[in-house]
T-cell receptor
Framework: LAKTTQPISMDSYEGQEVNITCSHNNIATNDYITWYQQFPSQGPRFIIQGYKTKVTNEVASLFIPADRKSSTLSLPRVSLSDTAVYYCLVGETGSARQLTFGSGTQLTVLP | GAVVSQHPSWVICKSGTSVKIECRSLDFQATTMFWYRQFPKQSLMLMATSNEGSKATYEQGVEKDKFLINHASLTLSTLTVTSAHPEDSSFYIC??????????????FGSGTRLTVV
């Protein structure tokens, strides 16, 4: 599985847009890029997944450049409740392989 | 969406006793489930992969005889921490993969179990 690198922590203020970038230089052709969110004492929760270009859902956008060696999770207008750890993972489709979690990014939203 | 139920959410046990944690996929059949452990302020670390009807595959450094995994049905996997010691205190999380969902968003996580061994 491709290894990922993310910033350890980020701070932001309520109402701002937050962009968290993840590097995955060794991403394979069949790998998707997935972001999970984890609150303290809870299991990770799926946020968004993409393969290339841009994906948007009701909570976030995911930007993936053409070389797919990095990706950026964009959270629009964050609130205090978005304070959590965000994990970027890459994984092969259609395979019963485990997800390998990197260090994640602790996002702290300040009032 | 897919739901994975994990019980109990927290448990306190005495040193030397065993604790069983259950992980159920509620609305899909999971031939494969995964067990993770997470220490405070650290990332999730995979312990083992649980395969329905066969033996679990353990990650390097994880004691098979201490962390017993049973996956007797397509919707239930259990993790038993045997002869628990204080150093086993951690947050245990299970995950199940819906084989009908393409990509890594097919993985759903349980809410986790906080184990405290006293």
């Amino acid at each position: 599985l491709a290894k990922t690198t993310q910033p350890i922590s980020m701070d932001s203020y309520e109402g701002q847009e937050v962009n968290i970038t993840c590097s995955h230089n060794n991403i394979a052709t069949n790998d998707y890029i997935t972001w999970y969110q984890q609150f303290p004492s809870q299991g990770p929760r799926f946020i968004i997944q993409g393969y290339k270009t841009k994906v948007t859902n009701e909570v976030a956008s995911l930007f993936i450049p053409a070389d797919r060696k990095s990706s950026t999770l964009s959270l629009p207008r964050v609130s205090l409740s978005d304070t959590a750890v965000y994990y970027c993972l890459v994984g092969e489709t259609g395979s019963a392989r485990q997800l390998t979690f990197g260090s994640g990014t602790q996002l702290t939203v300040l009032p | 969406g897919a739901v994975v139920s994990q019980h109990p959410s927290w448990v306190i046990c005495k040193s030397g006793t065993s604790v069983k944690i259950e992980c159920r996929s509620l609305d899909f059949q999971a031939t494969t489930m995964f067990w993770y452990r997470q220490f405070p302020k650290q990332s999730l670390m995979l312990m083992a992969t649980s395969n329905e009807g066969s033996k679990a595959t353990y990650e390097q450094g994880v004691e098979k005889d201490k962390f017993l995994i049973n996956h007797a049905s397509l919707t239930l996997s259990t993790l038993t921490v045997t002869s628990a010691h204080p150093e086993d205190s951690s947050f245990y999380i299970c995950s199940a993969r819906d084989p009908l969902v393409t990509g890594t968003n097919g993985y759903t996580f349980g809410s986790g179990t906080r184990l405290t061994v006293v």
